[in-house]
């Protein structure tokens, strides 16, 4: 079965550095486009980075663009999020996500389970 865990997460200074891994089983990972979405407290899902399953095309939202990288690595059945210049606002449980095409179509049909980050002094 579909199986995305998240790892990385946990507490950072603002200003600070956290990579988050995603690593995928269950599926052709190289075939799908992933991405990583975040939640706050208090507020809605937000997506944050996405891209595409040759690994050559991302995006991101405006709200991370310029501090966060996303990657992955087929070989390996991972994805990355590299966030740096990390600020409070920057606070939720982050999950991976599984497209259901090769491109970023918005369908997401898998969820990991989260990893939390938290960015405080």
């Known amino acids: 079965q579909v199986q995305l865990v998240e790892s990385g997460g946990g507490l950072a200074q603002p200003g600070g550095s956290l990579r988050l891994s995603c690593t995928a089983s269950?599926?052709?990972?190289?075939?799908?486009?992933m991405s990583w979405a975040r939640q706050a407290p208090g507020k809605g899902l937000e997506w944050v980075s996405g891209i595409y399953n040759n690994g050559k095309n991302t995006y991101s939202a405006d709200s991370v663009k310029g501090r966060f990288t996303i990657s992955r690595d087929n070989a390996k059945n991972t994805m990355y999020l590299q966030m740096n210049s990390l600020k409070p606002e920057d606070t939720a449980l982050y999950y991976c996500t599984k497209d259901q095409d090769g491109w970023l179509t918005g369908g997401y049909d898998y969820w990991g389970q989260g990893t939390q980050v938290t960015v405080s002094s």
């Open positions: 269950g599926f052709t990972f190289s075939n799908y486009a």
